[in-house]
């Protein structure tokens, strides 16, 4: 080769390059998009999605920004933890990166707070979704997304038409690394903070090719958009999970047995539970795991209906050390009002830590009898 064609060859080869490398991913995608790039949900949700865009309104996707909790873990856990430790000092723009995409890459971070109806408050929307066009990198964290927002919109489908945009079809939207790039979450001490498709790629379903849009975004009978031809496996946007009652029941499946069929008087009695975790395609609880506490309440009810807790011993095995024992109490205030907390959260509960007269056992007043 001489010379002249192997500078052409590197001119070319550096031509080929440059796109590649300007597709910007994760922080270095920090304010380089404007407002006015992408749609707003209302758009698509108008005339043509009414469908999909109904049930997003109902999903946490909507409200990932503006929702109660998220305020105050974003502005009054995130933001100050971030001033005080350079270590943490990334999270202060990078929550946004997942909870509001659009205000991260326009680099308005961070954003508006949620009463000043700002473009942030539309959360996880379907343009942010819809313009994403693969991640950077061999593991999907941290918003590593690549978002190129324009006419086209992204899906799973080939040959669809839109009188509003284009439509190109992408094999990423059915995979669960699209749905990794925010469900997956390292912090600046390198350790893995969410790992909803970590723990799911290891896990049984994924080795049957079963991904994330299985269960979250489960196929009915349905339109795409109004106008559409009727379809058997519309993917409905419903991303239902731990704030969703009836998705969380039935998650753990549950047996216990004593290891003697009668007992005398202050004999001991063994009980086993055994679990089984029959519904995730991930560890339960999954997600921001510090948030969301699950525990065992064990009572025992003798011959005059009288209710006694049993205690629940420590485990004390590697990576179970801090199995919570008969003496401690399961769970703390998370700064949550208790409303309806039943039936609107998991695990989370507003009794304090101090007062122990409200520990989680039946009152004997209210179950005589
Ligand atoms: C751009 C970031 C982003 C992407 C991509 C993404 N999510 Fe989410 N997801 C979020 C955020 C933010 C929340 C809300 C967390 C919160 O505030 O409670 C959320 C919440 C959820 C929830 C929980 C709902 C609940 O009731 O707790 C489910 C389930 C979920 N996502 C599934 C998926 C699936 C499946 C995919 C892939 C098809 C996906 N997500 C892709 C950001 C994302
Ligand atoms: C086999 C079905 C199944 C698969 C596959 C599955 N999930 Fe879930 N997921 C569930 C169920 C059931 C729940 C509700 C119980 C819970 O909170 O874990 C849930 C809960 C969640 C939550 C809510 C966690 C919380 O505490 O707020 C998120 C987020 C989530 N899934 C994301 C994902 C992602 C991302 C994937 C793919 C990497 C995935 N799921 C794969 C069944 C599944
Ligand atoms: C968290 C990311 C996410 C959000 C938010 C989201 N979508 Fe989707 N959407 C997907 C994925 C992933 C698929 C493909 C699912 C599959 O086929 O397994 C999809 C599929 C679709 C499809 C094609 C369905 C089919 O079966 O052909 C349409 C249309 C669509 N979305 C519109 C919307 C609209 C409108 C919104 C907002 C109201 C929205 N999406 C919000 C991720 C998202």
New binding site residues.
């Given amino acids: 080769m001489n010379k002249l064609s192997g500078i052409l060859l590197l001119v070319l080869l550096s031509v080929a390059l440059v796109p590649a490398q300007e597709k910007k991913a994760g922080e270095e995608a920090l304010g380089s998009r404007k407002y006015t790039d992408y749609e707003k949900p209302e758009a698509c949700g108008a005339s043509c999605h009414i469908d999909f865009y109904q049930q997003w309104k109902q999903?946490?996707?909507s409200?990932?920004?503006a929702?109660h909790?998220?305020e105050i873990e974003y502005s009054k856990l995130a933001i100050p933890d971030a001033e005080k430790d350079p270590k943490m000092a990334g999270v202060k723009t990078g929550c946004n990166?997942?909870?509001a995409?659009i205000s991260f890459l326009v680099g308005d971070v961070p954003p508006p707070k949620p009463e000043e109806n700002s473009r942030a408050n539309e959360?996880?929307s379907c343009d942010?979704?819809h313009t994403?066009t693969g991640f950077k990198g061999d593991t999907p964290f941290n918003?590593n997304?690549v978002s190129e927002p324009g006419r086209v919109k992204y899906g799973p489908r080939d040959g669809v038409v839109s009188p509003a945009h284009e439509t190109k079809k992408s094999d990423f939207?059915k995979t669960?690394e699209?749905?990794g790039?925010?469900?997956n979450e390292k912090d600046g001490f390198d350790v893995w903070v969410k790992s909803?498709h970590l723990e799911s790629k290891e896990g049984p379903y994924a080795k049957q090719g079963v991904v994330?849009?299985d269960?979250?975004?489960t196929f009915a009978v349905g339109r795409n958009a109004t106008m559409g031809p009727e379809l058997p496996n519309a993917a409905q946007h419903l991303?239902?999970?731990?704030?969703?009652p009836g998705?969380v029941r039935g998650t753990i499946e549950l047996r216990i047995h004593p290891d003697i069929r009668k007992a005398e008087p202050g004999e001991r009695v063994k009980l086993t539970v055994a679990l089984f975790n029959q519904k995730t395609g991930h560890k339960f609880p999954t997600?921001?795991a510090e948030e969301r506490l699950l525990w065992l309440h064990v009572e025992a009810t003798d011959a005059k209906g009288s209710v006694f807790r049993l205690k629940v011993d420590k485990k004390g095995f590697p990576g179970e050390e801090y199995t919570i024992a008969a003496n401690t109490l399961a769970y703390q205030d998370m700064g949550i009002p208790l409303l309806s907390c039943s039936t609107t959260c998991l695990g989370m509960s507003s009794i304090s830590r101090s007062d122990s007269s409200r520990y989680p056992i039946r009152s004997s007043s209210a179950s005589s009898g």
């Fill in positions: 999903a946490m996707m409200q990932a920004y929702h909790w998220d990166g997942c909870q995409p959360s996880v942010v979704c994403m918003f997304f939207y669960a699209f749905c790039t925010c469900h909803t994330c849009q269960c979250h975004m991303f239902h999970g731990a704030h969703d998705k997600g921001s």
